[in-house]
Nanobody, 128 residues
Framework: EVQLVESGGGLVQTGGSLRLSCAAS????????IGWFRQAPGKDGERVSC????????YYKDSVKGRFTISVDNAKGTVYLQMNSLKPEDTDVYYC?????????????????????RGQGTRVTVSS
């Protein structure tokens, strides 16, 4: 059974940093691409970043390029999202998720469309 558990969210001031973690079980990272998404209540979520370990591909939404870094620790079964230079517009609930039909980062940009497996989310609040 695929399980994903996020942690690491919190309250931080503008310019600060957070590292989100996604503990994954029930699959290997080569099986599926894994993405980080963010979603405000009542709105469609969007893909922030994605990693495909089978071909080493990473994706970042334009607004987070140069500030966020996605990485995988296979030994720990954990995916990280290092978020630096945070801005108030980064405030959202962040989720990690996989589309079990894809090992590439070719799934929907919109969340949770097609992402059958996802965690419970971790809230990030950036104060101005």
């Amino acid at each position: 059974e695929v399980q994903l558990v996020e942690s690491g969210g919190g309250l931080v001031q503008t310019g600060g940093s957070l590292r989100l973690s996604c503990a994954a079980s029930g699959f290997t990272f080569d099986d599926y691409a894994i993405g980080w998404f963010r979603q405000a209540p009542g709105k469609d979520g969007e893909r922030v970043s994605c990693i495909s370990t089978r071909d080493g591909f990473t994706y970042y939404k334009d607004s987070v390029k140069g500030r966020f870094t996605i990485s995988v620790d296979n030994a720990k079964g954990t995916v990280y999202l290092q978020m630096n230079s945070l801005k108030p517009e980064d405030t959202d609930v962040y989720y990690c998720a996989v589309d079990p039909r894809r090992w590439r980062c070719s799934g929907s940009y919109y969340f949770p469309e097609g992402y059958d497996y996802r965690g419970q989310g971790t809230r990030v609040t950036v104060s101005s």
